[in-house]
């Protein structure tokens, strides 16, 4: 695997690891949440359900736009949008508008699937085989699909 591959690759792992940081961040602090804002953890539960539903949702529409702008530019959009949802987050003075910043999360991170597999499949070869064997064999399958057309 040529050097800036690998280098990409390597940014694009960091990018999906982070991802599944920030939803799966959500649950361990839902008990300091629920501690600041003075309710219950059956309302903070929903924090992950407000998170997820534009994280799936909105995969579509990323897609979508990361074939009509790039997956570059849109990865650097989840990236920055991710970040500045979650300082949002920290500084959310109401539940809220704690809820609003988690939404907006979900739909910054919505990003990375569309774009990171886009980038990968378009810049990794099957000769670059650690960045293949890093996927399952079903996604393999399908990127092989999509580098044929």
């Known amino acids: 695997m040529k050097p800036a591959t690998l280098r990409l690759v390597l940014l694009v792992s960091c ?15 839902e008990q300091h949440v629920a501690d600041e804002f003075g309710v219950a953890t059956r309302e903070t539960g929903s924090l992950g359900t407000i998170w997820r539903i534009p994280f799936g949702a ?18 650097v959009l989840y990236l920055c949008g991710c970040a ?14 704690l ?3 988690m939404f907006a999360m ?7 699937h569309p774009a990171g597999l886009a980038i990968i499949s378009r810049e990794t ?14 996604v393999e399958r399908r990127l092989d699909e999509l580098r044929r057309r």
């Open 84 to 97: 500045g949802s979650a300082l949002a987050t920290w500084a959310a003075p109401s539940l809220g508008a």
């Open 125 to 138: 070869t099957a000769a670059d085989d650690r960045a293949v064997r890093l996927r399952p064999p079903a």
């Open 99 to 101: 809820f609003a910043t």
């Open 15 to 29: 990018a999906h690891m982070l991802v599944h940081v920030y939803e799966l961040s959500i649950s361990s602090v």
């Open 106 to 112: 979900g739909s910054f991170a919505s990003i990375y």
């Open 58 to 75: 909105g995969a579509l529409l990323a897609g979508w736009l990361a074939d009509r702008f790039g997956s570059k530019p849109m990865l």
